[in-house]
């Protein structure tokens, strides 16, 4: 099952493409990182997504649902929160629920479920103003639990937290698809997050995707590097580059892009083996997958082409 599926999606504005052809696909189950720098598209996306804002062209379905003609029953599985949570600051975190919790017409046992989940139960009866950013931030994503969504959208879910609450939320966010079964979409420029808590990925720039897929297909756009640091590195990158495997030096250090993943330490072995043979001694010798945050300046440098295997 798809959790999300959108097919030619544009919206413009002011004759600008904001979202120019967007096709996502959002297994169901997954963790899915919406990763681009500021202006990319991303929360025009989201709103379109939600059905705040309608599209110029394109379709949107989630589960199956098509958006434009079944809107209520589509995003009767949705929940939300958005980058700034929205609170009664007179109220408390309770009361607060509460609300959404009539206005949903849910159980009051729903109140206490959610409470629970996001570990607030401790602090139910405090007014919200004397509630931490962290606090705050989870009472949102209670909110967005409420009546136990298929499917949860996070706009930038750790802006604004320190170290150990950005932590705390990434280590929440992963444990959602386990804990409650549902699909999770999280729009981030934090690319670090992102790499430690998406199982799929998809990254837009100007408009437009530029990739999308599972992890392992992102970091597989390029082979790993070697990284050694050895006697003489100014020789030792010229005995490589004769042999074929052209270096560049780093901080005292050497770099070279190997020919694969699949046969990198094979690979790094041979070369740290005619090195030593050569004569040089090597006393650091690591293979080095890009990051994240490497691929993606790549990908938003690179002219945009679309892929499509996040199933």
């Known amino acids: 099952m798809i959790a999300i599926e959108t097919q030619g999606l544009h919206k413009r504005f002011r004759g600008v493409n904001a979202v120019d052809g967007v096709d996502l ?8 990182g919406f990763l681009g720098p500021n202006g990319a598209g ?28 079944r809107r209520t029953k589509a995003l009767k599985s949705v929940g939300v929160a958005f980058e700034t949570p929205a609170h009664y600051e007179h109220l408390t975190g309770r009361e ?8 949903l017409k849910l159980d009051k046992s729903e109140i206490d479920r959610v409470l629970e989940t996001v570990e607030l139960k401790y602090v139910e009866n405090r007014l919200v103003r004397k509630y931490s950013l962290g606090m705050r931030h989870r009472l949102g994503l209670a909110r967005a639990l409420l009546g136990r969504p298929k499917l949860l959208i996070f706009d930038e879910p750790t802006n604004g937290l320190d ?21 999770v979409f999280v729009s981030s420029h934090h690319l670090a997050e992102i790499e430690q808590m998406a199982s799929h990925v998809a990254v837009i720039h100007l408009g437009k995707i530029v990739f999308q897929g599972g992890m392992s297909e992102l970091r597989g756009l ?16 010229s ?23 699949d046969g990198a330490e094979r690979e790094a072995a041979e070369i740290n083996r005619d090195l030593v043979g050569a004569g040089f001694d ?30």
């Open 25 to 32: 696909s959002v297994p169901e189950g997954a963790i899915f």
């Open 42 to 69: 991303k929360t025009t996306t989201i709103r379109l997504l939600l059905g705040l804002l309608r599209p110029n062209r394109g379709r949107i379905a989630l589960f199956g649902e098509s958006l434009k003609n």
């Open 96 to 103: 607060n629920l509460d609300i959404t919790r009539r206005l």
């Open 163 to 183: 170290p150990v609450g950005i932590r705390e939320m990434r280590e929440f966010i992963k444990t959602l698809p386990e804990r409650t079964g549902a699909t």
């Open 222 to 237: 390029h082979a790993p590097r070697l990284e050694l640091a050895c006697s003489d590195a100014t020789a030792a990158a």
């Open 239 to 261: 005995f490589l580059s004769g042999a074929g495997k052209p270096a560049e030096t780093k901080g005292g250090r050497l770099v070279l892009e190997l020919a694969s993943a």
């Open 282 to 311: 090597i006393h650091h010798l690591a293979i080095a997958p890009w990051t994240l945050e490497e691929l993606f300046l790549q990908l938003v440098g690179a002219k945009p082409t679309i892929r499509s295997d996040a199933a």
